[in-house]
């Protein structure tokens, strides 16, 4: 098992562009979510999906869209790159006793 | 407004020794508190929970104590070991969203 995947690793953009960041698992999670983390700010929920179909809003979603069309992937898309959303992405499947699972992380510059 | 605080940045600690990890919350809704551990260029790794009805989980050398009448949560280990060194997150959940602390970097000193 892979557990809980991102992609990409790394990535840079120029202020304006968009791109989608892919996260899969196959720990058969119900529910998944994205975070930033910053530096002094911990993580920060970003928007969360409590199951095939469904989004949700989370603390920092401006900027950002999700879309769980299939249980086991989890987008997320920035659909016009600011300098103020360059951050590590971190995204998690939910266990059945609150506990997540993250991936390894993506990072994105925007310039 | 940050909901979950971790107030002391670092801690360091000789191997053996007990290193205990604070956590201070503001949300009285929170019903379920958890710690992560995390290593640079790494996702953050689950450690341990606890529900808020009850006051003390345990699970090897990791403790987990919760006073909720001081909106505290407090994570122990003993005996602390060079490979716990890492950045420890308190986390608490408030219906389906979950909010981190800052971390406190955790340094174990052989």
């Known amino acids: 098992n892979a557990g809980v995947t991102q992609t990409p690793k790394f990535r840079v953009l120029k202020t304006g562009q968009s791109m989608t960041l892919l996260c899969a698992q196959d720990m058969n999670h119900e529910y998944m979510y994205w975070y930033r983390q910053d530096p002094g700010m911990g993580l920060r929920l970003i928007h969360y999906?409590?199951?095939?179909?469904?989004?949700a809003k989370g603390e920092v979603p401006d900027g950002y869209n999700v879309s769980r069309l299939k249980k086991q992937n989890f987008l997320l898309g920035l659909e016009s790159a600011a300098p103020s959303q360059t951050s590590v992405y971190f995204c998690?499947?939910?266990?059945?006793?609150?506990?997540?699972?993250f991936g390894p992380g993506t990072r994105l510059t925007v310039l | 407004d940050q909901q979950v605080k971790q107030n002391s940045p670092s801690l360091s600690v000789q191997e053996g020794r007990i290193s205990i990890l604070n956590c201070d919350y503001t949300n009285s809704m929170f019903d379920y508190f958890l710690w992560y551990k995390k290593y640079p260029a790494e996702g953050p790794t689950f450690l341990i929970s606890i529900s808020s009805i009850k006051d003390k989980n345990e699970d090897g050398r990791f403790t987990v104590f919760l006073n909720k009448s001081a909106k505290h949560l407090s994570l122990h280990i003993v005996p602390s070991q060079p490979g716990d060194s890492a950045v420890y997150f308190c986390?608490?959940?408030?219906?389906?969203?979950?909010?981190f602390g800052t971390g406190t970097s955790l340094t174990v000193i052989p």
């Open positions: 986390a608490a959940k408030d219906g389906g969203q979950f909010y």
């Open positions: 999906s409590v199951g095939e179909g469904t989004t």
């Open positions: 998690a499947g939910g266990g059945p006793y609150n506990e997540q699972f």
